[in-house]
Structures are given as C-alpha cells and as structure tokens.
C-alpha cells in the first residue's frame, strides 16, 4: 500500500511502567529497521508517559498516545497499529527490551507472515545490570510451526520448565493482518496474543521460529492462584470457543484446542473457588462445588500446590534467583 513504510513499527502498551519504559524504547529506537515506536499509555496513574519521552532519540520515531481510561493491552495495541504507517509490526511489553540487532536477523530470513525468536527470561533481580553478553548463542536456524504444534507448545507438561510458546513476541507483516481481519480480541486482557497467534495459523500464515535471541522479558516472582482475575480467565475460555467455531478447523487442531481449554477452565475454577471462599467461607465455596466432585477434587489439588509454593517461594518451575533461561533451544 502506497501510504506504507518500510520498516519496523514497535507497539508499547504500557499501564504504571515508570520504572522500565524508558528501556524498553530506548531498545527499540537503538533498532535501524525500527521507522515507528508508538507507545500507547492505558491511563497510568504514574510518570510512565514522561519516563517515554525521556527515552526520544530526537529521531521523530517515537510517538506517545494516551487512553483516558484503563482498557487493556489488547485495546491499546490494536489503538496503535491503526495509528501506525509501517508495513511490519512487532509488541514489546513496557517490562521487557530488544537485543541490539535483533529485526535485522530476522528480516534476514525468508517465507514468513510472522516470525518469532527465541526469548531470554531474566529474573527482574538483575535486569537493571544486564549485560548481553551474558546470552547464550543459538544457531540462526528456522523453522515452520502450524497450528497443532504451537497449541501443543502452550499445553502444560508435568516436569517440564514452564515455557509456553504464546509468549512469542513475532515480527508481523501487517498486510497479512488485514487481509484476514485480524486483531487483538479487545475482550481480553490475558492470553491475547495466544488467541491472535491461534487466529492467523488458523487463517494460514507462515509462521517461522528461529532459536536465535532476541528479545529479553523479566520475570517476577508471583503466585498461580493471584496472577489472574476470574472475568479475564472466562473471557479467555470464551475465546477458545470461538476458535473451536471457525469454519473449517481440522480434527486434530480442534482437539488440541479443546485441551488447552481444559487447562483455561481449570484455572477459572481454581480462581473462582478462591473468590467464593473469600466472599462467603470455605464451607460455602466447597457446597458450591459439590456437585462437581471431580471438579471440586482439581481444586484441591491445585490450592495445595499453589500453598507449597508461596510456603518454598518458588514460582512454579523457574530456576534459581540470577540465572536466566531461554524459552527453547
């Protein structure tokens, strides 16, 4: 499209991030590829937007929107890719920074819709002294994901270090998204990019992953019953049911996706119990379920592992304070 640059657009929606936006624009601008960093502030109640601006290089890439009210990262991301003029787009979360050279790798590979890297996982200890250094090389390989396998990868295993695939932050090719009518679901404010990833598979993209690093997230230590609110899990479960309705979706897929769903449900009713037992006692939360005993026994089950948790303050399977890990590879 005529009205299209060249170029890389970097999307920061960012609620209270003070304390790290300034970096994460900062390593976006550092970028060449980079024509557009649009940082959208979701009505903090902070400095975040002044942090930003701080961050400008002079280069007139960087522009700082505002909501007047809280609406979310989905609405606040599709708010800055119809603000944008870029013809590729990629998400960087307020918290999180870009390797130096990471879009030129990636636009060094061939056939691809989206491609995502591999990230680095800091604890938040010792992000603010990071050196890159520290990153371990992976091969500059790449490889295709479909449907299945992506789903697959975001499907929790016993024994295994957390490391779902919906945290990719891909480069988008925009014309792909509109093509197909995709966006972020603005009813979410949890599992939104493992939706959109799921809609543009569905849809046909090629999406290409490579082991190399180049993007760094950190990491906080918090709780499996506290991380989510009981409305954005149900949104997420409704969500999957609109997957499951695409015309079209093969067998398998569907399958796949059903099962993810059941881990969606199961965390809903986790967070639900805890919500009814605070509101009204553990006698009532258990009556409430029992007529689901099958149910109302996961519950158990996760509460007791939710309390040795927080009682050996470890947060699920991640490994020791200052040591990073990588989402594959």
């Known amino acids: 499209m005529s009205d299209r640059q060249q170029g890389v657009c970097v999307i920061v929606a960012a609620y209270n991030g003070e304390r790290t936006i300034a970096r994460a624009v900062a390593s976006a601008l550092r970028e060449p590829e980079v024509r557009e960093v649009i940082v959208v502030d979701d009505a903090s109640t902070d400095a975040t937007p002044a942090r930003a601006a701080e961050a400008d290089d002079g280069s007139g890439r960087l522009a700082i929107l505002r909501h007047d009210r809280n609406r979310g990262p989905s609405v606040a991301r599709n708010f800055a890719l119809r603000s944008s003029s870029a013809d590729l787009v990629a998400v960087l979360d307020a918290d999180d920074f870009i390797v130096p050279g990471r879009f030129a790798r990636l636009l060094a590979m061939p ?3 989206m491609i995502a890297d591999n990230i680095a996982f800091v604890p938040e200890s010792r992000a603010a002294g990071f050196a890159f250094a520290d990153l371990r090389d992976f091969p500059a390989n790449g490889r295709l994901i479909g449907l299945p396998a992506f789903v697959a990868g975001n499907i929790p295993r016993r024994g295994v270090m957390r490391g779902e695939l919906g945290f990719l932050k891909p480069l988008m090719r925009r014309d792909f998204l509109v093509r197909n009518g995709l966006g972020y679901d603005e009813a979410l404010r949890l599992g939104e990019d493992f939706i959109l990833y799921c809609q543009a598979l569905a849809a046909g993209a090629r999406f290409r992953l490579t082991d190399l690093c180049g993007y760094v997230a950190v990491e906080r230590a918090h709780s499996l019953s506290g991380r989510h609110r009981t409305a954005d899990l149900a949104a997420l479960a409704v969500a999957h049911e609109r997957l499951l309705g695409l015309p079209g979706l093969p067998a398998g897929d569907r399958a796949l ?46 509460v007791a592992r939710d309390k040795l948790r927080r009682r050996s303050d470890i947060d699920g399977a991640m490994e020791p304070e200052g040591a990073l890990r990588y989402l594959f590879g």
């Open 257 to 302: 996706v059903e099962r993810h769903l059941g881990h969606v449900r199961r965390k809903l009713h986790h967070r639900d119990f805890l919500d009814r037992k605070h509101s009204g006692g553990l006698p009532r939360a258990v009556s409430d379920y029992a007529r689901r005993p099958a149910t109302l026994w996961r519950i158990a089950q996760d």
């Open 111 to 113: 056939d691809w819709d």
